[in-house]
């Protein structure tokens, strides 16, 4: 089987969720990707690489995985000599092979030019467009929201021109003071329509993958979502291995368990509105970061609506806090509304999120998590999928083990491989 994907879609629904986390940064990476757009056009850039140029704005800060390090990058002068959020991005972009180019732009893009006396990691070249982004994401900082962006131009133009050979390479300042003469610029860049002057770009990049590609892809959205916390590491595969498992002992065809397995990697992407400080949290919620952590599931569920062909993984995936007496959230369906699909998951997703550790509390041990889950039936969960799991509860626990055994170690080695590259 091979499923027709945007490719525009699924990279500006990824960078859509980054910007979530704060209304402080709401629509940052689109801002950058507009004025490197921009950029890319006053510079003379192939088709080819104006794409590439802007996939890498949309995602540049897909590294960073709290609240407070977002916030730190929103100064002008921002710079971290170790590069971490950088080189947490190009690793996690660097797992899916159709994305690796994309995220050696984001690897450098807060590389300072120095004379061109600046340097990649054991002497690589840092590709130009990593110094395009870099411009590219220090004009979209200076921009306020509080003052008219025409009134401001001046002074963002004088800030770029005074670290000129310093910052940013001089034709790069060259380019940025000519295109930003014109009013258009300004206004296209403070302007988030649901058409942006770039859209046209993304015409040809309609693409066919088959089901490990599709499978991958989602990988790389589940990577980028669990490892923004050790605490979050191992969740994701752990229901998304006992969601296939589930899904296999109801009956579901081979492809179908596979999308289940697919719909549990991603059910939590709206938690990437969700800062790591209240994921991290070592004691309970109150109730504002308790709300806040309610909103995940309607950001899923907005965000996997942009992607052609998710539908069934999105349904499946989005509605796991729903509830059969309708008193769920975060849209109040009740059991008419409820595939089997989002059925099982609910289910999975109850039974995963009590039997391991929590930055909070200790996984509950096997008797006390069933009678959890059989106390939920008939309101909250299906009484049918709970009695299955409970049946296979042994083999189906087993597998859960395994697989975040598995995600955790992977979580300790991409850390231990962005350690080594500093």
Request: charged fraction near 20%; aromatic fraction near 10%.
């Amino acid at each position: 089987m091979f499923i027709n994907i945007l490719k525009s879609d699924l990279l500006m629904s990824l960078s859509e969720a980054v910007d979530l986390i704060s209304p402080l940064v709401a629509n940052h990476h689109k801002q950058v990707a507009c004025i490197a757009y921009y950029l890319s056009l006053e510079l003379g850039y192939s088709h080819d690489a104006q794409i590439e140029l802007v996939y890498a704005a949309a995602l540049h800060d897909i590294g960073i995985t709290s609240l407070t390090d977002r916030l730190s990058t929103l100064k002008f002068d921002y710079y971290e000599d170790k590069q971490g959020h950088c080189e947490k991005g190009y690793l996690l972009l660097n797992t899916y092979k159709s994305f690796s180019d994309i995220a050696k732009i984001v690897r450098y893009h807060h590389t300072m030019w120095n004379y061109g006396r600046c340097n990649g990691y054991g002497g690589e070249t840092i590709p130009y467009s990593s110094h395009v982004l870099h411009i590219a994401d220090r004009i979209s900082v200076l921009m306020k929201n509080d003052r008219s962006i025409l009134m401001q131009a001046e002074d963002i133009r004088n800030s770029i021109l005074e670290t000129k050979g310093t910052q940013f390479v001089p034709e790069l300042v060259d380019a940025f003071l000519n295109v930003s003469k014109k009013e258009y610029f300004w206004l296209d860049s403070i302007t988030v329509f649901s058409s942006l002057p770039f859209h046209g770009l993304f015409e040809r990049e309609v693409y066919s993958i088959n089901e490990k590609e599709f499978h991958d892809v989602t990988k790389l959205y589940s990577t980028i979502i669990d490892f923004r916390s050790p605490f979050t590491a191992t969740h994701s595969a752990g229901v998304a291995h006992s969601a296939q498992a589930l899904a296999q002992l109801t009956g579901f065809s081979q492809r179908d368990s596979d999308l289940m397995k697919t719909a549990g990697l991603i059910h939590d992407l709206g938690k990437l509105a969700v800062p790591t400080e209240i994921l991290e949290k070592p004691s309970s919620l109150n109730k504002e970061e308790y709300n806040i952590v309610k909103t995940h599931t309607y950001y899923t569920n907005k965000i996997l609506l942009k992607v052609q062909d998710f539908n069934t993984i999105r349904e499946w995936g989005a509605f796991h806090h729903e509830r059969l007496d309708g008193k769920g959230y975060p849209f109040h369906l009740s059991a008419r509304d409820l595939s089997v699909g989002s059925r099982i998951m609910a289910v999975v997703d109850v039974f995963v999120a009590i039997t391991e550790d929590r930055p909070y509390r200790r996984g509950m041990e096997m008797d006390q998590a069933l009678q959890v889950l059989r106390n939920m039936v008939s309101t909250a969960l299906d009484g049918e999928i709970v009695n299955l799991l409970v049946k296979n509860i042994v083999n189906v626990n087993a597998i859960r083990i395994t697989a975040q055994k598995e995600a955790s170690a992977a979580y300790r080695l991409t850390q231990k491989t962005a350690l080594l590259a500093y």
